[in-house]
């Protein structure tokens, strides 16, 4: 009993001592707290203030300069670059063999200028045994009408057949709807002859680089004319290289028609060939 009273007293004794001790513990323990700086902690932050920080320098909204600068309006819808370009094109270069012989015919075309404005170089001939039947050259400025036409005028020249002549040259040229490619050019002559040449031709693409190009080809004239459809089936080896295997037929009529039946040849004449496009 006595040893129970005396442990109750003790530990009385320790409680009554926490209770003078604990209070002035936790008033050191607030005061010493209330000393620190919370400005160093980040206690006084709220989160969204702490995660945002304004910039330096504030970036000035867009207005109407800025957006002139970035999108300037063109004169021109197809107008881009001043720089001067050139491009020179051998869309045919072909041999046969057939009756009454073996021939070669070229058609090639170049150009020099800007997008707008450009210098015409055209050239077309045909060989046959060995002499040349035809030839001509063009020289012709062009000048953009839209995004897909240009307007030519110039002069041409025909070496054969038969005397030369020259001729002045109006044309137009450039891509129809449905990506038909159209040469049309009227010719006059000083003596007063008036002659046409009309070509448009379709590249139909079978695969990426094996191409199917069907043509059609019309030279009339004062009393004379040929007519010559073609169906050409090239591959391209290289975009700059693409050679080809072919079928052409050819007739005449009117006053060349007539010659051909003095001199004995026929007015049609139906042909395979083989050939090559190139371009540089």
């Given at each position: 009993?006595?040893?129970?009273?005396?442990?109750?007293?003790?530990?009385?004794?320790?409680?009554?001592?926490?209770?003078?001790?604990?209070?002035?513990?936790?008033?050191?323990?607030?005061?010493?707290?209330s000393?620190?700086?919370h400005?160093?902690?980040?206690?006084?932050a709220?989160?969204?203030?702490?995660?945002e920080?304004?910039?330096?320098?504030?970036?000035?909204?867009?207005?109407?300069?800025?957006?002139?600068?970035?999108?300037p309006?063109?004169?021109?819808?197809?107008?881009?670059?001043?720089?001067?370009?050139?491009?020179?094109?051998v869309?045919r270069?072909?041999?046969?063999?057939?009756d009454?012989?073996?021939?070669?015919?070229w058609?090639?075309?170049?150009?020099?200028?800007?997008?707008?404005?450009r210098?015409?170089?055209?050239t077309?001939?045909?060989?046959?045994?060995?002499?040349?039947?035809?030839?001509?050259?063009?020289?012709l400025?062009?000048?953009?009408?839209?995004?897909?036409?240009?307007?030519?005028?110039?002069?041409?020249?025909?070496?054969?057949?038969?005397d030369?002549?020259?001729?002045?040259?109006?044309?137009?040229?450039?891509?129809?709807?449905?990506?038909f490619?159209?040469?049309?050019?009227?010719?006059f002559?000083?003596?007063g002859?008036?002659?046409?040449?009309?070509?448009?031709?379709y590249?139909?693409?079978?695969?990426?680089?094996?191409?199917?190009q069907?043509?059609?080809?019309?030279?009339?004239?004062?009393?004379?004319?040929?007519?010559?459809?073609?169906l050409r089936?090239r591959?391209?080896?290289?975009r700059?290289?693409?050679?080809?295997?072919?079928?052409?037929?050819?007739?005449a009529?009117?006053?060349?028609a007539?010659?051909?039946?003095?001199?004995?040849?026929?007015?049609?004449d139906?042909?395979?060939?083989?050939?090559?496009?190139?371009?540089?």
């Amino acid at each position: 009993m006595i040893a129970r009273n005396r442990s109750f007293a003790a530990a009385t004794a320790c409680a009554l001592g926490l209770g003078l001790l604990l209070p002035g513990h936790v008033a050191a323990q607030q005061h010493d707290h209330s000393q620190m700086d919370h400005s160093q902690m980040g206690h006084g932050a709220t989160p969204s203030a702490a995660g945002e920080a304004a910039p330096v320098t504030p970036v000035p909204p867009l207005d109407a300069a800025d957006r002139a600068a970035a999108f300037p309006s063109l004169a021109r819808p197809m107008q881009h670059a001043s720089a001067v370009n050139g491009l020179v094109v051998v869309d045919r270069l072909e041999a046969w063999n057939a009756d009454p012989g073996t021939g070669l015919e070229w058609e090639a075309q170049g150009w020099l200028g800007t997008d707008l404005d450009r210098v015409w170089l055209r050239t077309e001939g045909e060989r046959e045994d060995g002499h040349t039947e035809a030839a001509s050259g063009e020289l012709l400025y062009g000048r953009s009408v839209s995004a897909w036409w240009d307007v030519v005028a110039g002069v041409r020249h025909d070496f054969e057949p038969g005397d030369s002549r020259t001729w002045a040259a109006v044309g137009i040229q450039g891509l129809a709807p449905y990506k038909f490619e159209v040469q049309a050019t009227a010719l006059f002559a000083e003596s007063g002859n008036v002659a046409a040449r009309f070509e448009v031709e379709y590249e139909l693409l079978l695969t990426n680089r094996l191409i199917l190009q069907p043509l059609i080809e019309l030279n009339v004239g004062t009393g004379l004319g040929t007519a010559e459809a073609g169906l050409r089936l090239r591959y391209e080896v290289r975009r700059r290289f693409a050679p080809y295997l072919g079928i052409v037929h050819e007739r005449a009529f009117g006053d060349a028609a007539d010659v051909r039946r003095l001199e004995g040849d026929s007015l049609h004449d139906t042909r395979a060939v083989a050939g090559v496009r190139l371009w540089f």
